[in-house]
């Protein structure tokens, strides 16, 4: 449906697409299914993503969903009144590159204009990307502009949405998100390739390889460091990457990570593997990957005794500990001293690390009573009063900004819950289905990137935060 402005113009369609500015022409013209500049009327369908208003005028982004196109509009204007789009490839963080294109002037005798079309993402160079209308009136300095908005290539859903949005803080030139997080990119790549596997989507699989080529030799190589609690993570994304593409080199770097974190397992304690390379914590966290990753990499090689020892023994050292406490919350470690709970936070990735750990050795060894405490702690960690404010999950001291480790805790917790929802008849399904429907509604840009509050409101978002949520939404019925 072509917009219903049009009408109202009266003047000649030939100087529809005129004034470009030269900071427009110097942009890069993109050409996907069509080239940027395309005439608006030939879009077969119109939907207004999001709206700006200043003194009067009303600025608007269009979507072309079926090409992937957007264009500006400007409406209740006058002559001389601007309208233009930019664009950005990293989310709205920048746009430098790609500003101000098709800017253009309502002509005389009309009250609205538009800009040409312009392609949302490259296709070319793989750059996912969000773009918005901004304008001012003839008479005036100040500039408005809409929100960010994409077409729904690639975002068709809420899963895939959020796993575009996500894409749009990956770095291609380190296979890493943002400002190069690194435990925290593990857990953003295990999401997308999670989004991968349940939804069919595999748009972004090329993540795999190119993280895993870009850093294979970062750090000690094979994604190993002295934070044994690091190395598990990404041994564990090897392992689903391993899953999805059937490549060997993967399984063999999820082995090597997993050798790496048992050389550092000592009698201290009873037991246990270290959180650090300096030997001096042992926390949940590290061991519960530990179980994990070794449960996983049993299933995986057949013939194995070596890792479905490593998990059976950790599990034994870990109930030893008492770090499962009273009221079935994971505390985060092992006082040295006493060898006993230490009764610091339960973190809620504590919870879902453990649980998914729990799943994985049932599946290995038939172990009933592994499923039995897994269930225990999702029972536990799902009505917690401390863990869930008003039914919705928030991490204690949970920030408004996403920055630091923490906003990153909740994503491996659903990710846990998940796994075991689907393995005991979905109990958790309206527990997950809360979580999701209330981050949606009130934590959300209109590009579906996400903040840390999934109760609301929306504040900032980075990868951490979004892979959360992604995690949230692959979990969610």
Same mark, same amino acid.
């Given at each position: ?79 001389? $009144?601007?309208? +233009? ?11 430098? =590159? #790609? &500003? @101000?294109?098709?800017? !253009? ?124 609690? $690091?190395?598990? +993570? ?11 593409? =059937? #490549? &060997? @080199?993967?399984?063999? !770097? ?124 999702? $029972? ?98």
């Amino acid at each position: 449906m072509r917009h219903k402005w049009i009408a109202a113009l009266t003047v000649a369609a030939t100087v529809l697409l005129q004034v470009q500015t030269s900071s427009a022409a110097q942009a890069a013209t993109i050409c996907n299914r069509y080239c940027d500049g395309r005439d608006p009327a030939l879009s077969p369908g119109d939907r207004v993503a999001t709206t700006s208003t200043l003194h009067g005028r009303s600025f608007k982004v269009h979507i072309n969903d079926t090409d992937a196109m957007i264009w500006a509009t400007v409406e209740n204007g006058q002559a001389g $009144d601007q309208v +233009w789009l930019d664009r950005s490839f990293d989310g709205g963080r920048t746009w430098s =590159g #790609d &500003s @101000r294109l098709g800017d !253009t002037t309502v002509p005389a005798g009309a009250g609205g204009w538009r800009t040409s079309m312009f392609n949302v993402d490259n296709w070319g160079s793989r750059g996912v990307g969000v773009l918005r209308a901004c304008g001012k009136a003839s008479d005036r300095p100040e500039l408005t502009c809409t929100g960010w908005a994409r077409s729904n290539w690639n975002a068709a859903d809420r899963r895939t949405a959020a796993a575009t949005a996500l894409m749009m803080r990956f770095d291609q030139g380190t296979g890493l998100f943002d400002t190069n997080g690194w435990w925290t990119g593990a857990n953003a790549l295990t999401a997308l390739i999670d989004n991968s596997r349940i939804t069919g989507m595999h748009s972004y699989d090329y993540a795999i390889a190119t993280t895993y080529d870009k850093q294979i030799n970062a750090r000690q190589g094979q994604f190993r460091n002295e934070y044994l609690d $690091d190395t598990g +993570w990404w041994g564990l994304a090897w392992v689903a990457a391993y899953d999805r593409t =059937g #490549d &060997s @080199r993967y399984l063999s !770097t999820a082995r090597a990570d997993a050798d790496h974190m048992f050389s550092y397992w000592d009698t201290r304690c009873g037991g246990g593997i270290y959180w650090r390379t300096d030997r001096t914590v042992k926390n949940a966290i590290a061991n519960s990957l530990y179980i994990q990753l070794n449960a996983a990499l049993s299933q995986r090689i057949g013939g194995d005794s070596v890792y479905r020892g490593r998990a059976q023994a950790g599990w034994s050292w870990f109930q030893s500990t008492g770090m499962i406490n009273s009221s079935n919350l994971v505390n985060d470690g092992v006082n040295l001293s006493t060898c006993r709970n230490n009764g610091d936070v339960t973190w809620t990735y504590n919870q879902g690390v453990l649980i998914n750990a729990l799943v994985q050795l049932n599946r290995l060894t038939g172990d009933a009573n592994a499923l039995t405490v897994a269930r225990r702690i999702g $029972d536990a960690a799902t009505t917690s009063t401390y863990l869930n404010n008003n039914g919705i999950l928030r991490e204690p001291n949970e920030p408004d900004q996403c920055s630091g480790d923490g906003v990153s805790f909740k994503g491996p917790f659903v990710r846990g819950l998940g796994v075991l929802n689907a393995a005991v008849g979905r109990p958790y399904d309206a527990y997950l289905r809360r979580q999701a429907d209330s981050a949606y509604a009130k934590n959300r840009t209109s590009f579906d990137a996400y903040g840390s509050h999934w109760a609301g409101p929306y504040v900032s978002t980075n990868h951490s935060c979004q892979h959360s949520v992604l995690d949230l939404l692959n979990a969610a019925p």
